[in-house]
C-alpha cells in the first residue's frame, strides 16, 4: 500500500500540470520492476491524453508493467481514441485507479480493462486526487459546470469607483493569476455592462499555447454593440441574446453545460454574479483583495434579498496567498464541501 501511495502521489502532482478544460486533470505513471518509466498528464484539451503520453514515454516496458491513473481510463473514442484500449495494446498487465469517471459516455474503463486481462485495483488518495480534478468530477456529478465567482477588489469590498472606473484595482501579479482561473475553467461568462464598460475580451494570456476560453456574455435585449473585443475572433463566444435567451442562471448553465463546458468563470458585473449568488449556484468564490479602499461604489457581490438569515449562502475559507500587496482568497461552498468529502470514505 505505501509503494501504492508513493506512485499514485506523483501522478497526483503530475495532473496538476496544462489546462485541459473541460476533459478532467489526470496524471498517469507506469511503473516496471519498482521503477517509473513513463510519465503522463493531460495538457490541453484535443491533446494526449496522460496514459497515452506516459506510455510513449515507457516505451515497451510498458509490457507487463502497472499504470497509476488519478482518474479511470477513459472508454470512448473522442478527440482521441480509448486510453483503455491503449494500455491493453501495450501489455500493461495492472492499472491502479484513484478516482472513478462519472461521466456516463466516458465510464466503464475498468470494466473493459478487467475483461481483457487487466487486473484492476483502487488505492489510497482518492480525495487528493479528487481535489485536482474537482471541476470535472463536481460537473459529472452534477450534470452542470461547476460555478466559480472572481473578483478584484477595494478593502471595502468594491468593484468600481462611482464613476465606473475599475481598471486597475489589483496588481499584475493579481492580474496574471486570474489568468490561470480562466484557462482552469475553460470557459468565462460576464454581463452586459462589463463586457460593455469595460471592454473585456476575456481571453487567456501569457501562459503559452493554450486553448482559448468560452466567452459567455448575458445580452438578454440584444444592446451589445457587435464590435466589442467580446465578439472578435480570439476566441469563441456564446451571446446570450433576444435571439438566444435564457430565464435564469440555471438555465444559463444548461447552455453552457450543452456547449460541453465543465466550469465557468463569473467574472461579474455585481448584477450577474448576484443572481448566481442568489440562485446559491456558487460553488467557489476566488477575490483578490487589493489595499484600497475607495467608500462608494458597487460591491462584487451585487444586492439581492434572502428571506431570512440561514437561507444565506456559506462558504468556508480553504486558501490564502499573497500576491505582492494583495490578498488572494478562495472559498468553497458547502456543496463543493460535501462532494470533496465523499471521497473520503
Not at 505513471?29 to 506516459?54: L, Q, S
Not at 472572481?150 to 468600481?160: H, P, S, Y
Amino acid at each position: 500500500m505505501q509503494k501504492h501511495e508513493a506512485f499514485m502521489q506523483e501522478a497526483i502532482n503530475l495532473s496538476r500540470n496544462g489546462f485541459p478544460a473541460p476533459n478532467p486533470h489526470v496524471g498517469c505513471v507506469i511503473v516496471k520492476d519498482g521503477t517509473i518509466v513513463g510519465r503522463g498528464f493531460c495538457n490541453r484539451h484535443g491533446g494526449d491524453h496522460a496514459e497515452v503520453m506516459a506510455l510513449k514515454e515507457a516505451g515497451s516496458k510498458a509490457q507487463g508493467a502497472t499504470a497509476y491513473v488519478t482518474l479511470e481510463p477513459c472508454n470512448h473514442f473522442g478527440k482521441t481514441p480509448p486510453c483503455t484500449h491503449a494500455l491493453v495494446n501495450a501489455g500493461v498487465c495492472n492499472v491502479v485507479v484513484a478516482t472513478l469517471d462519472e461521466n456516463p459516455i466516458a465510464a466503464v474503463g475498468i470494466d473493459y480493462l478487467s475483461e481483457n486481462g487487466v487486473f484492476v485495483e483502487s488505492a489510497a488518495l482518492a480525495q487528493e486526487a479528487a481535489k485536482v480534478n474537482a471541476q470535472f468530477l463536481f460537473a459529472m456529478r452534477h450534470r452542470r459546470p461547476m460555478v466559480t465567482v472572481k473578483a478584484g477588489i477595494t478593502l471595502d469590498g468594491k468593484v468600481a469607483l462611482p464613476s465606473g472606473e475599475s481598471q486597475w484595482i489589483t496588481n499584475e501579479a493579481s492580474r496574471q493569476d486570474a489568468m490561470i482561473l480562466r484557462a482552469e475553467a475553460g470557459c468565462v461568462l460576464v454581463g452586459r455592462k462589463t463586457a460593455e464598460e469595460d471592454r473585456a475580451r476575456l481571453t487567456v494570456r501569457g501562459l503559452g499555447d493554450v486553448n482559448q476560453p468560452l466567452r459567455v456574455v448575458i445580452d438578454q435585449q440584444s444592446k451589445l454593440d457587435p464590435s466589442l473585443p467580446i465578439f472578435d475572433d480570439s476566441a469563441p463566444t456564446l451571446h446570450l441574446n433576444r435571439e438566444n435567451p435564457v430565464s435564469g442562471p440555471n438555465d444559463i448553465l444548461q447552455r453552457i453545460w450543452e456547449h460541453g463546458q465543465t466550469g465557468v468563470l463569473v467574472e461579474g458585473g455585481p448584477t450577474t454574479t448576484a443572481h448566481f449568488l442568489q440562485a446559491d449556484l456558487v460553488d467557489r468564490i476566488v477575490l483578490y483583495i487589493a489595499p484600497k479602499v475607495f467608500g462608494d461604489g458597487p460591491s462584487w457581490s451585487g444586492t439581492f434579498r434572502l428571506s431570512s438569515l440561514a437561507s444565506a449562502p456559506q462558504f468556508k475559507l480553504v486558501e490564502t496567498r499573497m500576491f505582492e500587496s494583495d490578498v488572494k482568497l478562495t472559498y468553497h461552498s458547502r456543496n463543493l464541501q460535501n462532494f470533496l468529502a465523499s471521497y473520503n470514505m
